[in-house]
């Protein structure tokens, strides 16, 4: 299938942080086909291996399965459902929302619900609405009716989004962070062909509440080099200043130099760099960013891994739904297949 299609059944599938399986099985189908062996670790992380001619260096690439969302927290007497985040996630996002609670019995369809405005105080028209403020309404009678239709504390609950096209080449769904960069993975090893390193693909979990999976299967893997593949928000809205980001989609993928968590190895930057280059292939540059990817963690395992990331350029991460360039995209897995291919000349 193509990226598009992958990226496409990724999307609509649900895999909030610490519950990933609906993800983890559609990645073991789309990377079966590409690598000799693919294997699940202890944390439920899924690791392609792709075997060269020669065993090193060895190459492992990240994309994070998971999705910011949320977990039922309490079902109230009349059978509203209290929830938490899971990931950061703006408050101001959530009301309204149509979500999916992921039961045992299936998915519920419900909505975030709050206080109406029109018996809000004018003082509580003026304030942002707390999450711990809203409930989700999912039809039920009471508790017990909420509990016979399945619902559990600690159900993961998504949000209900549909991935469309939108225009010549853009097209909006949820979970874009990171659906994009496992959808880029998977082609990525479809590209490269025979190689002489060998490459670990691996499928991240619980990347948004702090790189854990990244943790475990970068300490197990011990890569000579490590390469997140993810999403960045872009600059290209209205409202944000040049100065924040000047990352815009459909400008090539983005290459991280600096990030909250990493700054990334200047070997692997200048490899990133020259291929592009020497390829024709458009990229950008960015730096300073307030968040990081599982190439934070990559970097520091054992003693060491040198480290960076390609990131596919990505309007409104952390929401319901995203908005990328299927073009970025492709450009993306396009770099990282070119670079890995050279990577015997770089380490």
Request: one cysteine or more; charged letters at 25%.
């Amino acid at each position: 299938m193509s990226l598009a299609e992958n990226l496409e059944k990724l999307s609509n599938a649900n895999g909030v942080a610490g519950r990933e399986t609906e993800v983890r099985n559609l990645m073991i189908k789309f990377l079966e086909p590409f690598a000799d062996e693919v294997v699940v670790d202890r944390l439920e992380n899924v690791i392609a291996i792709k075997k060269g001619k020669k065993a090193a260096p060895k190459i492992m690439l990240a994309a994070h399965m998971d999705e910011v969302g949320l977990m039922v927290k309490t079902i109230t007497k009349d059978g509203f459902l209290q929830f938490t985040k899971m990931g950061g996630i703006d408050d101001r996002i959530l009301l309204a929302q149509k979500v999916n609670v992921i039961t045992e019995n299936g998915a519920l369809p419900g909505v975030v619900g709050s206080k109406p405005p029109h018996i809000q105080k004018e003082d509580e028209r003026k304030k942002i609405v707390t999450y711990d403020e809203m409930f989700l309404d999912i039809g039920a009678e009471n508790r017990e009716d909420a509990k016979a239709m399945g619902v559990k504390i600690g159900d993961p609950i998504a949000f209900d989004v549909k991935y469309v096209k939108l225009g010549k080449d853009a097209v909006m769904g949820k979970a874009f962070d990171n659906r994009a960069g496992c959808a880029v993975m998977v082609e990525t090893l479809k590209q490269i062909g025979e190689t002489d390193c060998t490459i670990y693909a691996v499928g991240t979990v619980q990347e948004e509440l702090g790189l854990r999976g990244a943790t475990t299967a970068a300490y197990g893997v011990d890569p000579d080099v490590g390469i997140a593949l993810d999403v960045t928000f872009t600059g290209d809205t209205p409202g944000i200043k040049e100065f924040d980001t000047t990352v815009k989609m459909g400008k090539g993928p983005a290459l991280t130099v600096t990030d909250s968590g990493l700054i990334v190895h200047p070997k692997v930057l200048r490899w990133l760099i020259d291929t592009a280059v020497q390829n024709g292939v458009e990229y950008q540059l960015e730096t300073g960013l307030m968040g990081t990817t599982d190439a934070a963690r990559m970097s520091l395992t054992r003693q060491g891994v040198p480290s960076g990331t390609i990131s596919i350029p990505a309007r409104y991460i952390h929401s319901p739904v995203g908005l990328i360039s299927l073009k970025d995209a492709e450009n993306s897995a396009k770099l990282a297949a070119l670079a890995i291919q050279k990577i015997q000349d770089r380490f």
